[in-house]
DNA sequence: ACCTGAACACCGTTCAAGT
DNA sequence: ACCTGAACACCGTTCAAGT
């Protein structure tokens, strides 16, 4: 039943996973500027008005796109690790999947902040923060919070990653005044650090 | 010696000021994705070339929106404070500033990880920081790690003021489960503590 | 000093029609 | 079920030329 239509192919013909692929790969190689919906047909070998039989907008694609740069699974973490050393392990996973892709982090920014998707690292997040024995209105606050952290700063960081590459740098900076490397990583975990600190110490209600 | 040109101007001539004045209005009263060259020039009455007299391009224009959203005078706080209340005066005065114009924490939020500008709020908040003895590193990497929080949450603050006002939303999400009005604000706040009170205590350097 | 006119090289999206 | 072809209504930017 199946492999009988590999041979009478009138044209192309693609899955909306074929799709969403294609546009993974322009997106890593070549940035979120790049990724128009014309140079994703061109890529395909389709007109462009072929995207939107499987996707209805480019937003919704964008959305598809941030779903599965989200969706590797949680970084393993010793099960007697309390609620602040999950959160950070979290984070620190989160950080990583963000930095996997090429412009990740503004994918999943946009996407979350039109509301669409990228709602899964928001319940992890909660989830994890909430076995500290906070509510869930303080733990889904806190976890809000520091998502909105994280994505600003991997943002941050992987708009520095491209201004290094292309040589780039504004006026007056020099290279040793911008953090880089280790330095970016370090950042990350002490405002992460920040976060479950205030959150351990809050008596706002725990 | 001056008002010897109000009569024989051939055409509209602007200054520079006119422009962003006129960019900022658009802004305010159409958002950002109205926020065209096209438009802009459509609205003062030139070709679209003419705005590239006065800003070399659309993302420099941004930069100098961006910069006036936040010259806002920072909120007097009684002198006695002490830099926890005063982070949180300032924190709550760059959220004000954001709020008064449509999409205004996009604006600054995109330039900001541009590289450009906004390193006015970054400085402010640095600075109160450091007033709690903190060294320069320490200071400028909470401040840091504030204003993602801070651009992030009212970021996706408006965007909720625009799908309110259009009557739209998400399926199955029902406007209770959304946080709005004074809700806002609270987690605004609650946010904003997560972060001082971790610096407080926190006993990385001080 | 500031603007016009015309062009270049693009965008996202729609829709009737084809296979 | 999936794509073509053609169009609509736009973009940001450049540059020679005008006043």
Chains 1, 2 share one sequence.
Not at 56 to 66: F, G
Not at 125 to 131: C, G, N, R, S, V
Request: no cysteine.
């Amino acid at each position: 039943m199946a492999g009988s239509e590999s041979a009478n192919s009138r044209y192309v013909r693609h899955s909306r996973d074929d799709v969403a692929d294609a546009a993974l790969r322009i997106l890593d190689e070549y940035g979120l500027p790049d990724l128009t919906m014309r140079r994703l047909a061109a890529a395909l070998e389709v007109q462009p008005s072929a995207l939107y039989w499987h996707f209805p907008n480019k937003q919704t694609l964008l959305a598809e796109l941030a779903d599965r740069i989200v969706a590797r699974p949680a970084p393993q973490v010793d099960a007697e690790a309390g609620w602040v050393d999950r959160t950070r392990a979290e984070s620190a996973g989160l950080r990583d999947a963000l930095l996997a892709y090429r412009d990740g982090a503004e994918v999943v920014s946009s996407t979350f902040a039109f509301g669409l998707g990228a709602s899964a690292p928001l319940n992890r997040l909660a989830e994890t923060i909430a076995a500290g024995g906070f509510d869930a209105e303080t733990s889904h606050r806190a976890a809000t919070a520091l998502l909105h952290f994280i994505l600003g700063h991997v943002s941050h960081e992987q708009q520095r990653l491209q201004f290094d590459s292309l040589g780039v740098l504004a006026d007056g900076v020099t290279p040793d005044a911008v953090e880089g490397g280790e330095n970016q990583a370090d950042a990350f975990a002490f405002g992460v650090t920040l976060f479950v600190t205030g959150l351990d110490r809050s008596t706002i209600s725990q």
